[in-house]
Nanobody, 127 residues
Framework: QVQLVESGGGLVQPGGSLRLSCAASGSIFSKIYSISDVGWYRQAPGKQRELVAIIENGGVAHYTDSVKGRFTISRDNAKNTTYLQMNRLKPEDTAVYYC?????????????????WGQGTQVTVSS
Protein backbone atom coordinates (compact mmCIF):
# COMPACT_ATOMS: atom_id res chain seq x y z
CA GLN A 1 0.00 0.00 0.00
CA VAL A 2 1.28 3.45 -0.95
CA GLN A 3 0.70 6.35 1.40
CA LEU A 4 1.75 9.90 2.17
CA VAL A 5 2.42 10.79 5.78
CA GLU A 6 2.86 14.36 7.00
CA SER A 7 4.64 15.37 10.17
CA GLY A 8 6.09 18.43 11.82
CA GLY A 9 3.00 20.42 12.69
CA GLY A 10 2.42 22.04 16.04
CA LEU A 11 1.84 25.22 17.99
CA VAL A 12 4.16 28.13 17.34
CA GLN A 13 4.17 31.81 18.22
CA PRO A 14 3.79 34.46 15.52
CA GLY A 15 7.14 35.03 13.83
CA GLY A 16 8.25 31.49 14.56
CA SER A 17 9.16 28.65 12.23
CA LEU A 18 8.10 25.09 11.53
CA ARG A 19 9.27 22.48 9.08
CA LEU A 20 6.72 20.06 7.68
CA SER A 21 7.65 16.75 6.11
CA CYS A 22 5.70 14.60 3.68
CA ALA A 23 7.05 11.09 3.26
CA ALA A 24 5.82 8.70 0.59
CA SER A 25 6.10 5.02 1.36
CA GLY A 26 5.20 1.77 -0.31
CA SER A 27 5.32 -1.84 0.72
CA ILE A 28 6.70 -5.13 -0.51
CA PHE A 29 3.57 -5.40 -2.66
CA SER A 30 3.53 -1.80 -3.92
CA LYS A 31 6.91 -0.31 -4.79
CA ILE A 32 7.08 3.38 -5.61
CA TYR A 33 8.36 3.95 -9.12
CA SER A 34 8.08 7.73 -9.47
CA ILE A 35 6.52 10.79 -7.86
CA SER A 36 5.43 13.71 -9.99
CA ASP A 37 4.74 17.22 -8.72
CA VAL A 38 4.15 17.41 -4.97
CA GLY A 39 1.90 20.06 -3.52
CA TRP A 40 1.31 21.38 -0.03
CA TYR A 41 -2.25 22.51 0.65
CA ARG A 42 -3.91 23.94 3.72
CA GLN A 43 -7.42 24.22 5.01
CA ALA A 44 -8.46 26.61 7.75
CA PRO A 45 -11.74 26.18 9.64
CA GLY A 46 -14.67 27.28 7.51
CA LYS A 47 -12.50 27.83 4.44
CA GLN A 48 -11.78 25.91 1.29
CA ARG A 49 -8.59 23.96 0.88
CA GLU A 50 -5.99 26.07 -0.91
CA LEU A 51 -2.73 25.34 -2.62
CA VAL A 52 0.23 26.76 -0.70
CA ALA A 53 3.22 25.55 -2.70
CA ILE A 54 4.07 23.00 -5.34
CA ILE A 55 7.37 21.55 -6.46
CA GLU A 56 7.92 19.89 -9.81
CA ASN A 57 9.83 16.65 -10.18
CA GLY A 58 12.83 18.63 -11.42
CA GLY A 59 12.77 20.94 -8.43
CA VAL A 60 11.07 24.06 -9.77
CA ALA A 61 8.87 25.54 -7.05
CA HIS A 62 5.78 27.74 -7.13
CA TYR A 63 4.07 29.53 -4.24
CA THR A 64 0.83 31.25 -3.52
CA ASP A 65 1.34 34.98 -3.03
CA SER A 66 0.59 35.00 0.69
CA VAL A 67 3.57 32.75 1.52
CA LYS A 68 6.16 33.97 -0.97
CA GLY A 69 9.37 34.92 0.77
CA ARG A 70 8.36 33.09 3.96
CA PHE A 71 7.85 29.45 2.92
CA THR A 72 10.24 27.20 1.04
CA ILE A 73 9.28 23.89 -0.51
CA SER A 74 11.95 21.30 -1.27
CA ARG A 75 12.20 17.61 -2.02
CA ASP A 76 14.62 14.76 -1.52
CA ASN A 77 13.83 12.30 -4.29
CA ALA A 78 16.13 9.65 -2.84
CA LYS A 79 14.03 9.65 0.34
CA ASN A 80 10.68 10.19 -1.39
CA THR A 81 10.18 13.10 0.99
CA THR A 82 9.03 16.67 0.45
CA TYR A 83 9.48 19.48 2.96
CA LEU A 84 7.81 22.79 3.65
CA GLN A 85 9.95 25.19 5.64
CA MET A 86 7.70 27.87 7.10
CA ASN A 87 9.29 31.01 8.51
CA ARG A 88 7.85 34.24 9.92
CA LEU A 89 4.59 32.46 10.61
CA LYS A 90 1.41 34.48 11.04
CA PRO A 91 -1.87 33.65 12.78
CA GLU A 92 -3.53 33.47 9.36
CA ASP A 93 -1.25 30.53 8.51
CA THR A 94 -3.17 28.45 11.04
CA ALA A 95 -4.68 25.47 9.23
CA VAL A 96 -4.42 21.76 8.65
CA TYR A 97 -1.67 21.21 6.10
CA TYR A 98 -1.90 18.38 3.58
CA CYS A 99 0.48 17.10 0.98
CA UNK A 100 -0.63 15.72 -2.35
CA UNK A 101 1.15 13.84 -5.11
CA UNK A 102 0.56 11.71 -8.16
CA UNK A 103 2.51 8.53 -7.55
CA UNK A 104 3.32 5.75 -9.94
CA UNK A 105 3.89 2.43 -8.23
CA UNK A 106 4.39 -1.17 -9.23
CA UNK A 107 2.24 -4.06 -8.05
CA UNK A 108 3.23 -7.47 -9.40
CA UNK A 109 4.09 -6.54 -12.98
CA UNK A 110 1.70 -3.63 -13.34
CA UNK A 111 2.34 0.09 -13.23
CA UNK A 112 -0.34 2.06 -11.44
CA UNK A 113 -0.73 5.82 -11.09
CA UNK A 114 -2.98 7.37 -8.48
CA UNK A 115 -3.45 10.68 -6.74
CA UNK A 116 -2.62 10.49 -3.04
CA TRP A 117 -3.35 12.78 -0.09
CA GLY A 118 -1.78 12.65 3.33
CA GLN A 119 -3.84 12.67 6.51
CA GLY A 120 -2.91 16.25 7.37
CA THR A 121 -0.95 17.92 10.14
CA GLN A 122 -2.22 20.79 12.27
CA VAL A 123 -0.33 24.07 12.32
CA THR A 124 -1.45 26.63 14.89
CA VAL A 125 0.13 30.07 15.06
CA SER A 126 -0.85 31.83 18.24
CA SER A 127 0.62 33.76 21.14
Amino acid sequence: QVQLVESGGGLVQPGGSLRLSCAASGSIFSKIYSISDVGWYRQAPGKQRELVAIIENGGVAHYTDSVKGRFTISRDNAKNTTYLQMNRLKPEDTAVYYCNAMITYITDIYYNTNNFWGQGTQVTVSS
